[in-house]
């Protein structure tokens, strides 16, 4: 949770400022501490399982560790006493040793820490989070509780990082400064950003072209871009061609092997169904009843093309990547899954 009074920026929000959070950019943050810009999200079905769990990890870790703490649920926002930081822990565990440590509780899928995670570090953003913990409480230990896949619990021990906490107390007092200043920081161009973008837009006004000659970085992007887009048309129409390649070389095969790779292939039968003709199908076969017999011809011609157009019948084929060691798929699309690899 943010500071409601905005003098603070929490601990969710300080990973923006380092270019590291999956939420919000440090544009997005300026504007809504600037100009009041909302920076709502909608909870999605993951979001809303992990704060549903959260007080189950939270007390399977202080099991874990034999220790007792308390799990916040009034969601009451800490502000540091002199520093312009502040966090909403999940909890605190205490530890007659070490004192009182910050607990980070996490829900996440089996393919999501694999592909986010290690053995021994989370996601930046989530690093970057507990260390603000620390420094807002004054606190000399922390614990990254990660529930992989509804099953696994995995705790992250962490201990204060003096440089990261400098760092910390730096980027924060200089966005602030901005903010008093006006000083607006520059979009990164990420999709989240769009949004709130576009919306300062006057679509009525019609400006006078934007002239960068002069601007390295305009003639670097408008390339990358034209670059890029070339590639992506071309890898379509590559991937495409051996897409229909393995589909004809599978023959009635449901399953393809070769040196390195399997594919399993899926054909289901996809009957026609009846199709409703439009409106001025209609229109024209009622104007033909009584017309001369070429007229009646046409018109049921025209009827059966159509007819024959947009009939959904034949068979569907579809390959689906197999990996039975990890169960990661490589990419997926409406005809071809992926092919395995092997480890």
């Not at 009074?5 to 929000?13: G, R, V």
């Not at 939270?58 to 502040?86: D, K, V």
């Not at 004809?248 to 409703?276: N, P």
Request: charged share 30%; aromatic share 8%.
């Amino acid at each position: 949770m943010p500071d409601p009074l905005k003098k603070t920026l929490s601990a969710t929000q300080i990973p923006a400022l380092f270019d590291k959070s999956p939420y919000v950019t440090r544009w997005l943050l300026w504007q809504h501490y600037r100009n009041g810009a909302e920076l709502e999200f909608e909870p999605n079905e993951r979001m809303e399982w992990g704060t549903r769990l959260e007080p189950a990890i939270f007390q399977a870790t202080c099991e874990r560790l034999n220790l007792a703490g308390e799990h916040h649920t009034s969601q009451t926002y800490f502000r540091h006493r002199a520093l312009p930081i502040g966090c909403t822990p999940d909890g605190t565990i205490h530890d007659l040793n070490r004192g009182p440590g910050a607990v980070e509780c996490k829900n996440v899928d089996w393919l999501q820490w694999k592909d986010n995670w290690t053995d021994t570090a989370a996601p930046d953003h989530i690093e970057l989070q507990i260390q603000t913990q620390m420094l807002v409480r004054d606190q000399r230990w922390g614990i990254i509780a990660c529930l992989v896949g509804g099953n696994e619990l995995r705790l992250y021990h962490r201990e204060p990082d003096p440089d990261l906490h400098e760092r910390i107390i730096t980027e924060a007092d200089e966005f602030l400064a901005s903010v008093r200043e006006g000083r607006e920081p520059d979009p990164m161009g990420r999709d989240i950003e769009l949004p709130l973008w576009r919306g300062r837009i006057d679509l009525e006004a019609e400006p006078e072209p934007l002239v960068l000659m002069d601007s390295r970085e305009a003639s670097e992007t408008i390339g990358q871009y034209k670059f890029w887009t070339a590639r992506e048309t071309d890898a379509k129409k590559q991937r495409g061609i051996y897409r229909n390649k393995l589909e004809f070389m599978a023959r009635d095969a449901t399953r393809v092997r070769a040196h390195g790779y399997e594919a399993f292939i899926k054909r289901s039968q996809v009957r026609a169904s009846e199709v409703q003709l439009p409106d001025e199908i209609k229109e024209m076969l009622r104007g033909a009843i009584n017309s001369n017999p070429a007229t009646i011809k046409s018109a049921i011609e025209r009827a059966i093309d159509w007819r024959m157009i947009t009939r959904r019948a034949g068979v569907m084929v579809k390959i689906e990547e197999d990996r039975p060691n990890d169960g990661e798929a490589d990419f997926r699309d409406d005809i071809f899954g992926a092919v395995t690899e092997p480890n």
